[in-house]
């Protein structure tokens, strides 16, 4: 892993190289608000702040992305792969994770539906374990702020959850197994902060209300 001054200047010297390299003046814009987050193995980790999510796509060209990547290898001598995804943090690119990991041990589940269970509760323990490093991670916690950007950011982790994971047994009722881990989890990032699981859980249940209206 590069350590992050590095990386940003790294990373400064990537822009300028490869802004030559292609004329396009989205791309500029688009390269310009670019992140810098980390390296893992051979990915070289971009995010875009939610904001300037839709720039993302002028990175994700073929032809752009390759520039970007040879300018990285040639700077480096690694042999990186760009990964360009939502959010500007190393905690963002830990969630990205989390979820990817939970998908992944869902796909590779068998069909028999102890297999399935098993994994699933592996999935909620990640987003347990998750819950807590997060909190442990955040900035100035002891200001409410930061507790509540907090428990919004859990709130949106707990409704993909609830996607990913919860299996509907009928008509606005899920599995038991899954109301468990998601209980859990609420309580335990009410404890951080300090609120009482209620109150989370009726965040959890406005963003999910919200989303239905997008």
Known sequence: MVEKAQLNSLWGRVVERVKLQVSHPSFYKAIELAVPIT????????GFAPINLYMAG?????????????????FTGHRYTVRIIEGDTIQDWEI???????????RESESSQ??????????WE????LAGRRYAGL???????????????????????????????????????GERQLSRIIERVA?????????????????RAAKKTE
């Open 39 to 46: 390296t893992e193995d051979d990915v070289f980790v971009i």
């Open 58 to 74: 002028h990175l994700n060209v073929s032809e752009h992305k390759n520039a970007i990547e040879k300018t990285i290898n040639e």
């Open 96 to 106: 990205m994770k989390a979820k990817e990991e939970a998908r992944r041990l869902l």
């Open 114 to 123: 102890k297999k399935v269970e098993t994994a699933s509760q592996k999935a």
């Open 126 to 129: 990640k987003l347990l374990t």
């Open 139 to 177: 900035p100035h916690r002891g200001m409410p702020q930061f507790r509540a950007r907090y428990v919004l950011e859990m709130a949106v982790l707990m409704s993909d959850a609830m996607d990913e994971l919860m299996v509907v047994v009928e008509e606005g009722k899920m599995d038991e197994i």
């Open 191 to 207: 404890q951080l902060v300090e609120l009482p699981p209620t109150a989370v859980g009726m965040e959890l249940l406005r963003y």
